[in-house]
């Protein structure tokens, strides 16, 4: 007895100079408030299925999660109360969602969002922003998995997708955030990529009170033309076989290395790395077979240089108006199993077929002008999120950190500066007075939204996180820009050696804001940050 009461006073004793010991006191009064939460939240259309805390280093089991969206487990790396619910959002759609809700609360709210066509909650960003301490929600989008079938007939499955599955994720988040930690949020933010670009740029558009600090990547904006943009390739390419198709290996090898040769030096240092894509006028006539070159391995057909040429074209109506911008030279390595690879491409044939057309017949290979302009003219929810005018964004003080990484193969990273633009010429501003509020910058090396040749890890997920600081950090960056007033100039991104963390750092760059772009200074280690600079256009 007298030994535990001992205990009991050594442990109480060292809870209040032991920061460790006191949050495990914490802790438990934690697992009890998040296993009472479901049945005492009050949520308007809400049914809350359950409350779970999960502990630090769990590897938590998601055993409903659909096949499609990953593996059914996510590794957690914050103590936690995971809460999951149903929201209607008509009478004939819903989402599925959850809030992530950390004991190490740092008093900022966060939405994720979500990529392509897919219904998945983004249970890894979940677990990334929670480690920081962010009270994090996830939805489906109102629907379960990648394909886009949900939104045959379905209306308002597709207004879930285009706007409301995450500003009502927000919405509810945000109560539950507050019911739970008995006081609201202190600050509000975004982090997506993709799809979840867009997501973040709806928001800015439509909904500018959700959050006061936006990460945009890669966004899927004017998202109609992108998916006619997407599914026009396969029309170009024919399917493998034909006149006009060149092979995976073919854009991998010659071209990849024929574009290396025509632009790497543009910014000054040859190292596999074309720092603005925009500066790349690639001219694949060079590889046309001829009487020195006859091998069809090392060579391209006339038809197959006008193949590449037209894939490095914008898409045109044939009165010669927009569609969308050309795709960027770099990314063909990635791109030629991707959307060069003869076959349909799945955001292309599943919106096409399911949310714009309703007829599982439509034929992808058969796309044409007709198609560019009905889906453009058709524009769902006003999904194709391209409005110019972000004042109310200006206006309450919130802030818009937009990345496009320069060898992007799904999203051409040319749409990235086109909306920038349309936002300059819509608000008849600056970029100088853009950037009270709104920043882009272009991550070279750096494929669709994460992975890629160069120093593409700027701490936008789990998996490309190097630092919290806020300069290697996107999301840190504008955590610092809303509440300390730092705003960012550049985002250094690390390449590690050989793509793997735990190797090490190869080296480091200091990515720029447009419309600057970067160039090697000509002397200096070129791994070095320093040895680069941030030049007018
Ligand atoms: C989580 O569990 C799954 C299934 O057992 C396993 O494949 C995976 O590697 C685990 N992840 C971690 C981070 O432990
Ligand atoms: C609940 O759903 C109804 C019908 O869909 C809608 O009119 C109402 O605004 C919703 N309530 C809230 C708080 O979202
Ligand atoms: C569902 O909502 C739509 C649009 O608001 C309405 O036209 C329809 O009558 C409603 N259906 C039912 C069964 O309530
Ligand atoms: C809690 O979060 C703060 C930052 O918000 C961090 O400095 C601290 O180390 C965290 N504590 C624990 C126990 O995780
Ligand atoms: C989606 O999956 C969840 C389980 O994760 C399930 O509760 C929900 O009913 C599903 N929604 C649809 C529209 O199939
Ligand atoms: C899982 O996702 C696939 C692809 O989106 C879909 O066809 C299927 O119906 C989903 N399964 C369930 C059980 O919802
Ligand atoms: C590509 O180069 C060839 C040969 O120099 C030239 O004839 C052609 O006009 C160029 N094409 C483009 C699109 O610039
Ligand atoms: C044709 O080019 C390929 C790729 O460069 C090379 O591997 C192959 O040996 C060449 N064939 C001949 C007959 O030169
Ligand atoms: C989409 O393409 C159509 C047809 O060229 C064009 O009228 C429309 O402005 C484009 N939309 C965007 C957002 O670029
Ligand atoms: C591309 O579409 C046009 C117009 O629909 C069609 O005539 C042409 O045959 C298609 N190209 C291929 C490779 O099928
Ligand atoms: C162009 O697209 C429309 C709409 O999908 C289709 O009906 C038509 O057959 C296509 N034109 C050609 C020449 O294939
Ligand atoms: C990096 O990868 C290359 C090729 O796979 C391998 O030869 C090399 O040993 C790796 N380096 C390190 C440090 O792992």
Not at 239 to 256: D, Q, R
Not at 382 to 387: A, P, R, V
Not at 483 to 492: D, K, S, Y
Request: with cysteine; glycine share 10%.
């Amino acid at each position: 007895m007298l030994q535990n009461w001992a205990q009991f006073v050594l442990a109480v004793g060292s809870a209040l100079a032991n920061p460790l010991i006191s949050r495990q006191y914490a802790t438990d009064d934690f697992g009890a408030n998040c296993a009472s939460i479901a049945s005492k939240l009050e949520l308007a259309n809400a049914t809350v299925y359950f409350s779970q805390f999960v502990a630090a280093g769990q590897n938590l089991s998601i055993p409903d999660r659909n096949v499609t969206c990953g593996a059914p487990y996510q590794a957690v790396s914050a103590d936690l109360c995971r809460i999951a619910l149903y929201v209607a959002t008509s009478n004939s759609s819903g989402i599925n969602m959850e809030a992530w809700l950390p004991s190490n609360f740092s008093g900022r709210f966060l939405s994720t969002g979500n990529g392509g066509l897919a219904g998945c909650i983004g249970y890894d960003d979940m677990a990334y922003t929670t480690s920081l301490g962010f009270a994090s929600v996830g939805a489906n989008n109102g629907h379960n998995g990648t394909s886009g079938g949900a939104f045959y007939h379905r209306p308002e499955v597709v207004a879930d997708f285009a706007y409301r599955s995450i500003h009502t994720n927000v919405v509810l988040g945000k109560e539950i955030t507050k019911q739970f930690y008995g006081s609201p949020h202190t600050k509000s933010y975004y982090l997506g990529c993709s799809t979840g670009g867009r997501q973040g740029f709806k928001s800015a558009q439509d909904f500018p009170e959700d959050f006061d600090g936006i990460v945009a990547g890669a966004p899927a904006v004017s998202f109609n033309n992108l998916t006619s943009w997407s599914g026009h390739f396969y029309n170009v390419t024919g399917p493998p076989g034909s006149e006009t198709f060149v092979p995976a290996a073919t854009w991998a090898t010659i071209i990849h290395q024929d574009i290396m040769k025509q632009c790497d030096l543009i910014d000054g240092y040859a190292d596999g790395i074309i720092e603005d894509a925009s500066t790349c006028n690639y001219n694949a006539s060079s590889l046309l077979c001829g009487s020195s070159n006859t091998n069809s391995s090392s060579c391209l057909t006339p038809t197959q240089v006008n193949t590449v040429q037209k894939v490095f074209s914008p898409l045109t109506l044939s009165d010669g108006s927009l569609v969308y911008p050309r795709m960027q030279p770099g990314s063909e390595v990635v791109a030629a199993n991707a959307v060069y690879n003869g076959k349909p491409f799945i955001y292309n044939v599943d919106y096409f077929r399911y949310a714009i057309y309703n007829d599982p017949n439509w034929n992808p290979l058969a796309i044409n002008d007709t198609d560019y302009i009905y889906v453009s003219n058709k524009n769902p929810s006003d999904i194709s999120t391209f409005k110019g005018d972000l004042s109310a964004v200006q206006v309450r003080g919130a802030k818009i950190l937009h990345y496009h990484g320069q060898m992007d193969a799904i999203i051409s990273s040319e749409n990235s500066p086109r909306y920038y633009e349309h936002v300059a010429a819509t608000m008849g501003k600056t970029p100088a007075e853009l950037d009270d509020f709104y920043r882009f910058f272009r991550i070279s090396g750096t494929a669709h939204c994460m992975g890629g040749d160069g120093a593409s890890v700027i701490g936008q997920g789990l998996s490309s996180f190097q630092s919290t600081d806020p300069s290697e950090n996107v999301l840190m960056a504008v955590v610092d820009w809303v509440e300390n007033g730092n705003a960012p100039e550049t985002v250094v991104g690390t390449k590690w050696v050989n793509g793997t963390k735990s190797v090490g750092v190869e080296y480091k760059r200091a990515h720029c804001k447009y419309p600057k772009r970067n160039v090697y200074k000509g002397e200096g280690d070129p791994n070095l940050v320093e040895s680069w600079e941030c030049v007018e256009q």
